[in-house]
């Protein structure tokens, strides 16, 4: 059972899995309740991009790729905004041609296409100290940004035209958050890689939302149930030889399925015991609750 401890890099992949499945779990509940969860699938395929232009210009890995993740994220706002394109195709055009601009230079350089293998099936056993260190600078530093603008980003979350017409700085709130959700992608890709990021990001908060209708419980659950489906996935992933990003994304499906059909199952012993009774059957799933 503790055998895999006593290899220094199951340790070190099993600390960043973790750090990166809580903070994808911590971003992506933002992303759900915004109805964003495409933006988190494409913006993973724009850093590819601006990973191996970096690599090219030889320039620092973070710093490139996440610049060029911001850039993309405020591309994608800005067409969305001053011209009559829907999101979607905004975010289909934007982020496949970076992914694109980043196939083709490595289709062009060819030494190094070995190279990106991890950053898009990602690779556990390529995790260093520095990938460590930067999972938990982007931690530590989305933490304190939720806790510190906590209003402002439940404000926009919930409503932007109204949180627009009290003076809440919508375009900076948008903004900040895309730059962290660039910065998260960049520093998770070597633990899940770009193909199943999205998967990390969205599956958490959804499985949160089933459990509860408060946002501040929705939070917690879901930066704890993506912590678990990191440290699980990492786990089994060493006893069954299959890619760490794979399987982690599987434990989280898993943990969906039996979530959904939990919660489906006590939906109808409900309404069954509401028609015993004779009261009207609730047929919509409550709001959420910002409390």
């Given at each position: 059972?503790?055998?895999?401890?006593?290899?220094?890099?199951?340790?070190?992949?099993?600390?960043?899995?973790?750090?990166?499945?809580?903070?994808?779990?911590?971003?992506?509940?933002?992303i759900?309740?915004?109805?964003?969860?495409?933006?988190?699938?494409?913006?993973?395929?724009?850093?590819?991009?601006?990973?191996?232009?970096?690599?090219?210009?030889?320039?620092?890995?973070?710093?490139?790729?996440?610049?060029?993740?911001?850039?993309?994220?405020?591309?994608?706002?800005?067409t969305?905004?001053?011209?009559?394109?829907?999101?979607?195709?905004?975010?289909?055009?934007?982020?496949?041609?970076?992914?694109?601009?980043?196939?083709?230079?490595?289709?062009?350089?060819?030494?190094?296409?070995?190279?990106?293998?991890?950053?898009?099936?990602?690779?556990?056993?390529?995790?260093?100290?520095g990938?460590?260190?930067?999972?938990?600078?982007?931690?530590?530093?989305?933490?304190?940004?939720?806790?510190?603008?906590?209003?402002?980003?439940?404000?926009?979350?919930?409503?932007?035209?109204?949180?627009?017409?009290?003076?809440?700085?919508?375009?900076?709130?948008?903004?900040?958050?895309?730059?962290?959700?660039?910065?998260?992608?960049?520093?998770?890709?070597?633990?899940?890689?770009?193909?199943?990021?999205?998967?990390?990001i969205?599956?958490?908060?959804?499985?949160?939302?089933?459990?509860?209708?408060?946002?501040?419980?929705?939070?917690?659950?879901?930066?704890?149930?993506?912590?678990?489906?990191?440290?699980?996935?990492?786990?089994?992933?060493?006893?069954?030889?299959?890619?760490?990003?794979?399987?982690?994304v599987?434990?989280?499906?898993?943990?969906?399925?039996?979530?959904?059909?939990?919660?489906?199952?006590?939906?109808?012993?409900?309404?069954?015991?509401r028609?015993?009774?004779?009261?009207?059957?609730?047929?919509?799933?409550?709001?959420?609750?910002p409390?």
């Amino acid at each position: 059972m503790f055998e895999p401890f006593e290899y220094e890099f199951f340790v070190k992949g099993l600390i960043a899995a973790t750090l990166a499945s809580a903070l994808c779990g911590l971003i992506g509940v933002y992303i759900v309740l915004r109805r964003m969860s495409y933006i988190g699938h494409g913006l993973s395929h724009a850093v590819f991009g601006g990973a191996v232009v970096s690599y090219v210009m030889s320039f620092n890995f973070y710093v490139g790729a996440s610049l060029w993740g911001f850039i993309s994220a405020l591309l994608i706002s800005l067409t969305t905004r001053e011209r009559k394109i829907g999101a979607d195709a905004a975010i289909g055009i934007i982020t496949t041609a970076s992914f694109a601009v980043g196939i083709a230079l490595i289709s062009r350089y060819k030494t190094f296409t070995r190279s990106f293998d991890a950053a898009l099936f990602g690779n556990i056993l390529g995790v260093s100290n520095g990938d460590i260190l930067a999972l938990a600078v982007v931690s530590a530093s989305a933490a304190v940004l939720v806790f510190v603008g906590y209003k402002l980003f439940l404000f926009t979350t919930f409503d932007e035209e109204v949180a627009r017409y009290y003076g809440v700085p919508t375009g900076w709130v948008d903004t900040g958050f895309s730059l962290v959700l660039a910065a998260t992608i960049v520093v998770s890709m070597q633990v899940l890689g770009v193909t199943l990021i999205a998967a990390a990001i969205v599956i958490p908060p959804i499985v949160a939302r089933l459990l509860t209708n408060s946002f501040k419980t929705m939070m917690a659950l879901s930066t704890a149930l993506g912590g678990f489906c990191g440290l699980a996935g990492i786990y089994l992933s060493y006893y069954i030889d299959v890619s760490s990003g794979a399987t982690i994304v599987l434990v989280a499906a898993g943990l969906f399925v039996v979530t959904l059909a939990g919660t489906s199952l006590r939906g109808r012993r409900m309404a069954w015991g509401r028609r015993a009774s004779g009261r009207r059957v609730a047929e919509r799933k409550p709001a959420i609750s910002p409390d």
